[in-house]
């Protein structure tokens, strides 16, 4: 049983002609339908592929382009729009990817940070569930077949910030980078968009003189800080 905002949430299993399916309970099935896979003819490296989900040509490059995309269709399955629907930067995804390779690669790390921080919202909008200081959760193109689907269905803006974690999973990210590197705190970002945001401003917040403490400490002090408000029903509004 998960609970969240106070609300509980359980699990169902829906019997379907392509098999079983487990749901939330505030989740309904409406259709399921097949699609054909095709295995890869021979198995690719694993650098290879965080190499291409991060668009790195070698591994000194990892980070430079931003963070890794969530997944990323083989080349058997590259027309086949279902194995990508999800090739798009999610938060949640990127960050905790930057995190399991920080000791390896720490530059992925600090230009998955870089990266969100751009994009760090600074107003509150209902339509993309933005609040000054969120991390946004799901970025596309608005433009992007996706992202115009999503909006159309549900009204989304783009960036999106329906998620509770990932603002945390930032903070995290970046007390760790700046544990390396504290002339992090003095960059600037340009998002595409033309707003330019300090690339760790939520450890900017008088936090300097703590630099000292372990990074958990110090993610954990600043994420008291999120609103109450973020509240994790927000999530479940839309599935991709």
Do not use: Q
């Given at each position: 049983m998960v609970i969240m905002a106070d609300v509980r949430i359980g699990r169902h299993v829906v019997r379907t002609r392509l098999g079983p399916v487990t749901l939330a309970t505030d989740e309904e099935l409406v259709s399921i339908e097949s699609s054909p896979t095709v295995l890869p003819e021979q198995k690719e490296p694993p650098l290879s592929?965080?190499?291409r989900m991060a668009s790195a040509a070698s591994e000194g490059e990892l980070g430079e382009s931003g963070p890794v995309i969530a997944s990323l269709a083989n080349k058997e399955n590259s027309g086949n729009p279902e194995f990508r629907r999800y090739?798009?930067?999610y938060g949640r995804d990127a960050l905790y990817t930057a995190a399991f390779l920080r000791e390896i690669y720490p530059r992925l790390e600090e230009g998955t940070i870089r990266y969100f921080a751009a994009y760090q919202a600074t107003?509150?909008?209902?339509?993309?569930?933005?609040?000054?200081?969120k991390i946004a959760h799901h970025i596309r193109d608005p433009h992007d077949p996706i992202a115009q689907r999503l909006t159309a269905e549900t009204g989304r803006r783009w960036p999106w910030y329906g998620g509770t974690d990932t603002t945390v999973l930032f903070l995290i990210a970046c007390a760790h980078a700046v544990a390396r590197d504290p002339a992090l705190l003095d960059e600037d970002q340009q998002a595409d968009h033309g707003q330019q945001q300090r690339a760790v401003h939520l450890l900017d917040c008088g936090h300097r003189a703590t630099l000292g403490v372990r990074?958990?400490?110090l993610a954990r002090d600043l994420s008291s800080r999120c609103p109450r408000s973020w509240s994790g029903a927000e999530e479940r509004s839309a599935p991709i």
């Open positions: 592929v965080l190499l090739e798009a930067v107003r509150s909008d209902s339509l993309s569930l933005a609040a000054p200081g990074p958990e400490r």
